[in-house]
Structure formats: C-alpha cells, structure tokens
C-alpha cells in the first residue's frame, strides 16, 4: 500500500497517508470534506450563474478551497514540503485537466470517462470545482519524473488535451482533495514507462550510422530500424495495421537477438503508428502481438552485413504477414537479409495469427478485404 504525503490544512506541515486511503475518501459521500466541496461548488455555481466569471468566482470563494487537504502523492516528505523535505519518490502523478485549459471540453464526466480508457490511467475524477478532472499513473522511474511528464504532456495532447504544466513534473507537487462519487478507478493498469527521445538515440536508430563507434552489429541494426521505421511512416492508409504488425515482428527478432533494444522499438514504433493516424488501442495491440511473434525466432546479423540502397519496389502487402526486404529508391536495406527472415510463419488458428488477422481486416480497404477473402 503506498505511502504518501497529507497537508491537513493549507500552510502545516506534512503528515504521512496511504494512497488508497486517500483515492477511497475521495469517494465516499459520507466523508466531512465531500460536503465541504459540494458546499464550495454550489457556490460556484451560484456567483457564476449570477454573471461573475469563472476565475473571479474562484477567487472570490478561494478561501473554501484552502480549508480542503492537500496531498503529494509523488513524494514522502518530513519537516516541511518544499523538494528538500522530499525523502522519498513515490513515482505516482497527479495529473490536472484544469477547464480553463480545455474550454473545448464542456463535459467533465465525460472527459473523466474518456481519460480513464488509457491504459497508463489508475484513478479518473472531478476535480475540487467540478468542472476539471484530474487523474493518477505511476511513472517508471521517480528519478526521471520531469522527463517522463514532459512526455505524457505530449501524448495528451495527442487527444487533444491539455495538462496543467505547473503540476505533475515535480515529486513534491500538490492537489486539493475533491469528490466525485464515480470516479473511474482502474482493476489494473499499465506503468508509464515512456520518455522524450533523446537525440542522440533518434540519430542512432533513424538512419544508418557508419561511424566507427559502431561496430557490424550496431550498424545492421541500426539500418534495419531505421529502414522498418521509414517504411511504416509511408505506409498509406488502408495497410498501416499490417505493416505495423510486419516491422514489430521484424524488429523483435532483432531484439530477441540482442541488436536492438525492446523499449526504444516499442516506444518509436509507437510514436511512428501514432503519426499515421493509427489508434491507440490498436497500436499497443498489434504492437504486443508482433512482439510475441517476432521474439520466437532471435536474428543476428550475417557476418560482414553492410547496408546499401536497393532501387524501388512495391511493397504491397499481402496475407502471408511478411517484412520485405525491398525498400523505396534512396531507403537503406540490408544486402545479406537471409530469405528466410522474409517471412514471419504463423501456425493457422494460434492466437498470433488471429490477432495477425484481426490487424489486416480492421485496417483493410474493401478492395484489399475482398482479396483477403479470396485467398
């Protein structure tokens, strides 16, 4: 049961709390401070349906607000709450969908809801006004908490969100305690393990580097992620499933072999997917079943593999799941890429080569859906 900070109130010093004591009291409708914010938002709501605006309201009324808890659920902190009382990192975020921010978003409850379908989300709920919403997730590394929020900034931006930048970076961040009965609280959820790239990484695994700080293996693979990487992007719609399928088996078997690494081709084939206009849910599935059919056959590179551009050629795909070789005019590819590696074999009825099928028909076009049936 993780541990936390509290601040009874507004200006006193720390106390320590558990996370789930304070997830559970933000729901129930029996608790003294619940009456408290629903007593501060019918005021609200009151000087606002009087003509004041939302922000002189809230100022107005700020002293109701301060008589309400604070909690750090990013840190454990002793004798103050300023980062140099910070005696642990807990790793978790309060994120702050604030609606001054988001004045697209007029339906909390369902911008609530929504937020609570992505699978990095635990908790989901109102915020202190009712009007904003705030949520929790736990990052993978405490230490790089800044780095990661800078990226879960950018992923919520994706859907069109925008986060409060003055909460959420910081292990020491504060937030009011709020109510909302039904609030989304997860079964299970996903860690958030997902960071900015670093440049010198994208310039790694993006091109082939030839530089001497790599040897054979490094390039190969080097060549390789950034020849599936390249390919995916141009990848039109109606195949870009498929093809996401394709480089992620392909690319795993280079992982399982110990050229690549799992977590930046999971996270570049992620953020590749995305910017063709794949979903989110769909991405992280095919992505997992790539990864399971591409990790049972570990590849290397050939002995003295070298990357040069081979000409033009039509990729289209077809129902075998393969990863091709050819590239277009002036990509890279690798001249001694085994026939074997051309195609990743699936048993017909195992749970690869359902999800396999699965990915092709929800991305196909009727033409190429007619043709897969045909087969």
């Not at 609200?44 to 808890?69: C, E, F, H, Q, R």
């Not at 379908?117 to 736990?138: E, H, M, P, R």
């Not at 979903?279 to 399971?292: A, P, V």
């Amino acid at each position: 049961m993780p541990k936390i900070s509290k601040i009874s109130t507004y200006g006193a010093d720390p106390k320590m709390t558990t996370l789930a004591r304070f997830v559970r009291s933000t729901m129930d409708p029996d608790n003294d401070l619940a009456k408290k914010v629903q007593q501060y938002r019918r005021k609200l709501w009151s000087l606002t349906y009087s003509g004041i605006s939302v922000k002189d309201a809230k100022d107005k009324i700020k002293w109701m607000k301060k008589s309400l808890p604070l909690y750090m659920v990013g840190a454990i902190c002793e004798g103050g709450h300023a980062m140099e009382h910070v005696v642990k990192k807990t790793g978790w975020i309060a994120l702050d969908i604030d609606a001054g921010d988001n004045e697209h978003l007029t339906d909390a409850e369902a911008v609530r809801d929504a937020v609570g379908k992505l699978d990095f989300i635990a908790f989901a709920g109102l915020s202190v006004s009712g009007k904003g919403v705030w949520a929790l997730l736990k990052v993978e590394d405490p230490q790089q908490q800044p780095q990661h929020y800078e990226q879960i900034k950018k992923d919520f931006e994706y859907f069109g969100i925008t986060l409060d930048s003055s909460k959420g970076a910081n292990a020491n961040d504060k937030r009011f305690y709020s109510f909302d009965p039904n609030a989304y609280v997860a079964d299970e959820f996903d860690v958030y393990d997902r960071l900015p790239q670093n440049k010198k990484v994208r310039e790694k695994f993006h091109k082939a580097n030839n530089s001497l700080s790599l040897n054979d293996s490094d390039k190969y693979g080097a060549a390789a992620f950034s020849d599936e990487i390249d390919t995916l992007s141009r990848t039109a719609n109606g195949n870009r499933n498929n093809q996401l399928f394709k480089s992620t088996a392909s690319l795993a078997q280079l992982v399982a072999g110990g050229v690549l690494n799992k977590t930046e081709v999971a996270n570049t084939l992620y953020d590749t997917a995305r910017s063709i206009g794949l979903k989110d849910y769909e991405i992280k599935t095919t992505i997992k079943s790539g990864f399971r059919a591409g990790m049972k056959e570990p590849r290397q590179p050939a002995p003295n593999s070298r990357a040069k551009p081979l000409p033009k050629k039509d990729r289209r795909s077809n129902a075998k799941c393969e990863t091709k070789k050819l590239r277009q005019n002036g990509d890279t590819a690798l001249e001694n890429y085994p026939d074997e590696w051309d195609e990743i074999t699936l048993e017909k009825g195992s749970q690869e080569y359902q999800e396999a099928t699965r990915a092709m028909i929800s991305d196909a076009s009727p033409k190429e859906l007619e043709e897969f049936y045909t087969l």
